[in-house]
């Protein structure tokens, strides 16, 4: 490789490197300075008191100056929203995040920029004053660095911006869950609501363990719940951890040897799930087994009502063995109802909520509790989303709110497209299972025991109490707010997502459509880059070093001419996408429009490289 | 005689080259300033806006066309400052005398409501349009009209209007009201208040370079020149209104040429590129400064009589007289 093609070469990489670090920086700090502007003097505290003060007074401190108030509204508008700045935890990671994703908005422009400059000025410097230079040793090079660099931003746009968008969102997200998740539990701990104010407490610290504030509220909440009289045993089982396979073991055999043998039968079958097929176990599940056979057997016929219950245990039994968990969650509801059965034989009972647990936990892959709604009802939402399902619904949810991948749902209207007439209100809905479980269906029949029970859905009505979208609701969360959602699909989310985006009503552009506007943006900097680098080779500069003053002006205008020139050539090619309808309809039947835009600008790029590879190496 | 025909026929050629382009910006650029939607614009719209904006398109070009002249030319040749400044003032008197002859309205006004737009400029079907605290679909029935769901999120109430007509007749009815920019729809079986007028800008429109802050920033200064232009028109007669718009687009001629001269390096042809953009970018800064100083303090010299309207232009002109002189004495000292 020739020296100049060489000092090319690292001259492009090196400021390329130099260029995009500085970018980073300056757009660091200029993120930083803007999510801190509202960061109170002292602590939590503080904010908390101000927040109130500017809630009952509905005013929010604002900048007298016009121009800055313009900024930040800008500034907020395009990045965050105002009133979450000054919820964020993790500013620095934000911060951090927002510039590199402006850092790589903008490599574009900064290639364009390094081409300009290196063709106008760099690559006449002394280290390429030679007699035998000639311009394809810094223009081949050159080329194929451009390549390069387009490889990067055509990975930068389909994929690096959209997952740093994402991460930026669950920040977000999370910071928003922290700052409700803190007011709720100090308004927990003042109605005396210890144990639900150290669930919501621990939320924040699994978000911020860190904040001192949060941590001494937890602390105060810990405290008053062992005032209340929070038992030992309940510290002493968070020490201990979940329960092994051989504590399950142990217990069914100290059930047998009290002579509990329903209970030990339970143990025993739970202690099968973790060892596998165990012969011991297996012995000591048919002792069980045969045990309870003979109590049943041994039971007087004037017991009637013990045998009932001692039978309707076995139905209990039978009922998980053929995973009917509804119709035993049915029987043990009523029977841990029944006090007469508690009263007199407490012995028959202890194993029935054993398996209420046991159901209830095994319910819980499909179906909820208006109560679980309810305890996550204070976490931040996303208010008024509308989207059609599969089932030939339009659906307006009033609150969707989204914790450690549960998605809640409150206030759900469903409306038919077959029958406008037919129309049906919900009052909670939780995502399970890949679809929406819909529960407390106003004005219906079976309101007051759904909104409260587990309740099996008939198979006829699976279509009411269930939404099932093919989308998953992380996407849902952002219908109303369009741009931030699709700013955070990858290309392959883009083509993946599109029939169900779509088909839920959601207002995305075609996947051919969407491709032809990043082919546009690659070419953009393709075509610019080789015909600017043409333009300024031809009227470069011979001298050792240009005017300083002029250089300085060119440093100031440069970089803002190649950003609008990109976002020029951007909208030249929307005008080219705009006018496939036409060429589509009168000269070019049914081109595919990607194809479509694909050969202008290959066209164009053609021309590009024969003006960039046809410069001379004389000065004109 | 030789200099002058060549700059003339290269200024005329580079604005046959870039009025396409530069018509097709401003009229992309007008059109994003709408607030409107332009997925389906149509191109009927746009052919009619082009040509509203032709004459200031044709005023741009012809001035980017002139500063390229004048950025590219070998100073070898320019022998006289002033000479250089001919070609484009002799273009200019063409193309000011074909604007004369051809157009009978005012110009630097613009046509209002030329635009035609309908509902299904507003809407997809099937897909959910938010229109401020609104969101609406349409949907495709088996009956010959579609329905229309429409959400009022303040409310939390969903309204179904069936077999909705796209014009003003029928019970049910979507039409656009061009004259007060909104989308009328209405239906007073479906609707609480029966009839609902959205304005236009509520609809969410996909943003644009139009949108970027350096454009709403130079967009708000050119407005300001332009505001101040019309407004001091209006007291003008005829005669006196061509005197003042001829005054200042002599004006132009004689500010921007010696900074872009001033900018044409020998040594370095890209600097006189670069230097176009620069007077580009400053002009409508310093012609909105010199109109605002020229209406606080203009007033109180009485030396030009009747003639007061000139004062803008005069103020221009001799800053570009004074530039004119820096150049030409930089050039003497350089050699």
């Known amino acids: 490789m020739k020296n100049a093609s060489r000092h090319a070469l690292s001259f492009l990489i090196i400021s390329f490197i130099l260029c995009f670090i500085f970018l980073f920086v300056a757009l660091y700090i200029y993120h930083d300075r803007n999510l801190s502007q509202e960061k109170p003097p002292q602590g939590e505290t503080f904010r908390f008191q101000r927040d109130k003060q500017s809630a009952q007074t509905g005013e929010t401190a604002q900048p007298k100056n016009r121009f800055v108030q313009r900024m930040r509204s800008t500034y907020t508008k395009h990045w965050i929203d105002p009133e979450d700045r000054d919820m964020i935890i993790a500013k620095s990671g934000l911060a951090a995040r927002f510039a590199l994703i402006h850092t790589l908005q903008l490599l574009p422009t900064l290639v364009l920029f390094l081409f300009v400059t290196a063709f106008s000025i ?42 740093l968008f994402k991460d930026s969102e669950t920040l977000v997200y999370r910071s928003r869950v922290a700052h409700a998740a803190l007011a709720e539990a100090r308004e927990l701990r003042q109605k005396g609501e210890l144990q639900k104010a150290r669930e919501v407490i621990e939320i924040y610290l699994t978000i911020d363990e860190k904040n001192a504030d949060a941590r001494s509220l937890h602390d105060q909440i810990l405290e008053g719940l062992y005032e209340q009289g929070f038992s030992q045993r309940q510290k002493a089982e968070e020490k201990e951890g979940p329960v092994e396979d051989e504590f399950l073991f142990e217990k069914g055999q100290e059930a047998m040897s009290r002579g509990d043998f329903y209970a030990a039968l339970y143990y025993f079958q739970q202690a099968l799930k973790f060892r596998g097929d165990d012969r011991e176990i297996r012995k000591y599940i048919d002792r069980a087994q045969y045990e309870v056979n003979q109590q049943l057997g041994s039971l007087s016929q004037q017991d009637k009502a013990v045998k009932y219950y001692i039978e309707k245990k076995k139905d209990v039994i039978d009922l998980i063995e053929t995973g009917d968990f509804y119709g035993a969650y ?54 008024h989303i509308m989207f059609t399902d599969g089932k030939g619904f339009i659906n307006t949810v009033e609150r969707i709110a989204s914790w450690n991948g549960q998605f809640y749902l409150y ?149 803002v001419l190649c950003y609008l020139f990109h976002h020029l050539y951007m909208d030249a090619n929307s005008m080219f996408i705009y006018s496939h309808r036409y060429a589509a309809r009168f000269f ?27 410069q001379r190496s004389s000065v004109e | 005689m030789k200099f ?18 530069i018509t097709l910006f401003i009229t992309f650029f007008a ?100 229109a401020g605290s609104r969101k609406i679909q349409l949907v495709q029935t088996k009956q010959r009209n ?66 970027l802050q350096i454009f709403r920033v130079y967009g708000t200064q050119i407005r300001g020149v332009q505001r101040a232009i019309l407004k001091r028109m209006e007291s003008l007669g005829q005669r006196d209104q061509y005197i003042f718009l001829g005054s200042l687009l002599l004006t132009l001629l004689m500010v921007t040429i010696p900074v872009v001269y001033g900018m044409n390096d020998r040594g370095w042809g890209f600097s006189g590129i670069i230097g176009i953009f620069l007077v580009l970018a400053v002009l409508p800064f310093f012609y909105n400064f010199v109109f605002r100083m020229t209406g606080r303090f203009g007033t109180r010299v009485s030396a030009i009589g009747r003639y007061y309207y000139l004062m803008p232009a005069l103020v221009i002109g001799l800053c570009g007289i004074v530039i004119d002189l820096i150049v030409a004495a930089r050039s003497r000292v350089k050699g």
Request: glycine share 6%; charged share 20%.
């Open chain 2, 146 to 211: 579609p329905s229309m769901y429409y959400y009022d999120i303040n409310r939390n109430r969903l309204s179904v209007i069936q077999n909705v007509s796209m014009g003003k007749d029928g019970a049910n009815r979507v039409y656009t009201d061009d004259k007060e920019r909104r989308v009328v729809i209405v239906s007073k079986r479906a609707l609480s208040e029966g009839t609902v007028r959205i304005p236009y800008e509520d609809f969410t429109r996909s943003r644009n370079t139009t949108d």
């Open chain 1, 330 to 383: 049915d029987i043990l509801s009523s029977l841990r109802k029944n006090r007469e059965l508690a009263m007199h034989h407490p012995e028959l009972i202890r194993d029935v909520e054993l398996y209420y647990n046991d159901v209830k936990k095994r319910l819980a892959q499909y179906d909820f509790l208006p109560e679980e709604s309810n305890s996550y009802a204070w976490l931040p939402a996303f208010d």
């Open chain 1, 122 to 163: 760099f690559f006449t410097l002394s280290p390429f004053q030679s007699e035998s230079f000639q311009y394809h040793h810094v223009a081949i090079p050159s080329y194929f660095t451009l390549l390069a660099f387009v490889f990067l931003i055509i990975l930068a746009e389909l994929f690096f911006i959209p997952n």
């Open chain 1, 411 to 559: 206030g759900i209207n469903r409306y038919s497209i077959k029958d406008p007439r037919v129309r049906r209100s919900f009052l909670y809905g939780k995502w399970i299972g890949n679809r929406y479980r819909l529960k407390g269906l106003e004005g219906s029949r079976e309101f007051s025991r759904d909104s409260t029970n587990y309740m099996r859905v008939p198979e006829a009505r699976d279509e009411l109490y269930f939404i099932e979208t093919g989308l998953h609701p992380g996407y849902l969360l952002y219908f109303n707010a369009s741009e931030r959602l699709l700013r955070q699909l990858t290309v392959y989310e883009r083509f993946s997502l599109y029939p169900a985006l779509r088909a839920s009503g959601f207002d995305i552009e075609g996947r051919f459509v969407y491709l032809s506007r990043k082919l546009g943006s690659f070419f953009g900097v393709y075509i610019l880059a080789l015909i600017l680098a043409g333009i300024a080779w031809s009227k470069r500069s011979i001298y050792e070093f240009p005017p300083r003053f002029k250089l300085l002006l060119y440093i100031i205008i440069a970089p």
């Open chain 1, 588 to 614: 070019l039947k049914n081109i595919n429009i990607a194809l479509y835009t694909g050969i202008i600008n290959t066209v164009i790029a053609l021309f590009a490289t024969i003006f960039y590879l046809s």
């Open chain 2, 4 to 21: 002058l025909v060549g700059s003339i026929l290269k200024t005329f050629l580079y604005l046959l080259i870039l009025i396409v382009p």
């Open chain 2, 31 to 130: 059109l994003g300033k709408t607030g409107l939607p332009l997925w389906n614009i149509g191109i009927r719209n746009i052919l009619t806006y082009a040509r509203d904006f032709f004459v200031p398109s044709v005023i741009l070009s012809y001035l980017i066309a002139s500063l390229l002249v004048v950025a590219m030319v070998d100073k070898m040749k320019v022998k006289s400052l002033f000479v250089l400044h001919l070609p484009s003032f002799i273009l200019a008197c063409i193309i000011g005398a074909g604007i004369f002859f051809t157009r009978s309205d005012v110009p630097f006004t613009l046509p209002k409501g030329s635009l035609r737009v309908g509902p299904g400029l507003f809407f997809k079907e099937g897909v959910f349009i938010q």
